[in-house]
């Protein structure tokens, strides 16, 4: 496996841009933290204490999550790569699957995609590649990542024609189920044939949620995709949680779209809330996690916390 390189980016002809942040400039503590237990939260419940999860001694058969919203723009590959890296920290082996032909989870991780000559759509499409010869290693130990870049795009009308299409991911995974605790699978903003994959490999679904009331409405139209799978293709399938994003408690709107999501979801609603930072766009540009740039952060201390409710869900 390889070693992903600084992410650097060319806009114009003879022109390299450089766009990591110099070492000087990584932060420590924004100052915030997340709500102690037994306070009420953002939710309006108290906030459950969840105990820090016991070390396991073997790795494996992996838990497969799917990071679905068909909703752009609400926190679906910055939770996937947060969340990911929080979990190495209790111990899980953790693969990333970037299932969007965007490359965001690649490029979140300082990998240029465009220069990738294996991706998962390689695995997906030719019976030669393993899914071996394209994992990569990330810069978290214990997190490895499963590439895409905008040839994935073709997969989707490819795979139409492919008996037990629905199937495919499930199948490119089966060979590393056994290496993992989890895959964390970052679909893209649709609910097309490759989010379809998705939720027909996975064990359950966390869905990003931001407190916004466009993204509100979309979530009836997920659910019922969801429930579609489960009864035609993956019975095992269940919502794992949601997740609300982008929480800003500063305006009366985030709080009442967060009244209006523990309403209607109830329990399915993680404790935790990710407050809109500014430390998460940083995180992007230096292409690592908010637990490793900026670990004593509001943002790195929420997805502890969140890895600590998915391990015990």
């Not at 000559?117 to 978290?140: F, W």
């Amino acid at each position: 496996m390889s070693t992903p390189q600084p992410y650097e980016e060319r806009r114009l002809p003879g022109a390299r841009v450089d766009l990591s942040l110099a070492p000087h400039a990584r932060p420590e503590d924004d100052g915030a933290d997340v709500v102690p237990d037994g306070e009420i939260g953002p939710t309006g419940r108290p906030q459950r204490h969840v105990p820090e999860p016991a070390l396991i001694g073997t790795h494996g058969p992996a838990t497969i999550l799917a990071v679905c919203n068909q909703k752009g723009g609400v926190g679906k590959t910055t939770s996937t790569i947060n969340l990911g890296a929080a979990l190495t920290e209790y111990g899980r082996r953790v693969l990333l699957v970037d299932f969007d032909p965007q490359g965001a989870l690649s490029v979140g991780l300082g990998i240029q995609p465009h220069q990738l000559d294996r991706t998962i759509y390689n695995v997906l499409m030719e019976r030669a590649v393993g899914i071996q010869d394209v994992v990569m290693r990330t810069c978290v130990p214990d997190m490895d990542l499963l590439p895409s870049n905008i040839d994935l795009s073709a997969a989707e009308v490819q795979l139409v024609s492919e008996v037990g299409r629905e199937h495919t991911l499930v199948r490119t995974l089966r060979p590393v189920m056994d290496q993992y605790d989890y895959v964390l699978v970052d679909c893209q903003p649709s609910l097309g044939l490759l989010t379809v994959n998705a939720l027909a490999a996975a064990d359950g679904v966390l869905i990003p949620l931001e407190c916004e009331f466009f993204s509100l409405r979309g979530v009836a139209l997920l659910i019922d995709t969801i429930e579609k799978v489960k009864e035609r293709l993956n019975p095992k399938l269940s919502i794992t949680g949601i997740l609300a994003t982008m929480y800003d408690p500063r305006t009366l709107h985030s709080r009442e779209v967060m009244a209006r999501v523990v309403e209607a979801f109830g329990e399915v609603v993680f404790d935790t809330v990710i407050n809109r930072t500014v430390r998460f766009p940083e995180t992007t540009v230096a292409g690592e996690p908010i637990t490793t740039w900026a670990p004593r952060s509001s943002g790195a201390k929420a997805y502890r916390a969140l890895a600590r409710e998915v391990i015990a869900r």
